[in-house]
């Protein structure tokens, strides 16, 4: 595994087979209050870090954005992350609080990130 994937892995709050994912949501429709997003992503060992740095951060910040959700902060996603046959869940501030680990940001440089991202 790649070291980011090891982080994303044991920041995971809960796993599953990936082919019990479906029965999984089914099985949270309607029971979650406040309405919560889930943001699916792929894990790959071929995409290295700066794949996920690059594209899948700035595109779950605006995902986040544009559903007038705090866009440093994550509340209200879970983060569903697909690697081999296994399915893993992360909360939104857990997902944002590795990549500012993985790129040694703290709180208010993550800030400015996070505004490069959202601008157009």
Same mark, same amino acid.
């Given at each position: 595994m790649s070291s980011y994937? +090891? *982080?994303? *892995?044991?920041?995971?709050?809960?796993?599953m087979p990936a082919t019990e994912y479906n029965r999984y949501r089914e099985g949270t429709l309607g029971e979650e209050e406040p309405r919560i997003f889930y943001y699916e992503l792929p894990l790959l +060992?071929?995409?290295?870090?700066?794949?996920?740095? +690059?594209? *899948?951060?700035?595109? $779950?910040?605006?995902?986040? $954005?544009?559903?007038?959700l705090n866009p440093e902060g994550g509340e209200g996603t879970i983060i569903v992350a697909? $690697?081999?046959?296994?399915c893993y869940l992360l909360r939104g501030r857990d997902f944002l609080s590795i990549f500012m680990e993985m790129e040694g940001l703290n709180q208010t440089a993550f800030h400015f990130r996070v505004l490069q991202w959202l601008s157009p």
């Open positions: 994937i +090891d *982080v994303l *892995v044991s920041k995971a709050f809960h796993s +060992d071929e995409k290295p870090w700066s794949f996920l740095r +690059d594209s *899948v951060y700035p595109s $779950y910040s605006r995902f986040l $954005y544009y559903k007038s697909f $690697y081999k046959n296994q």
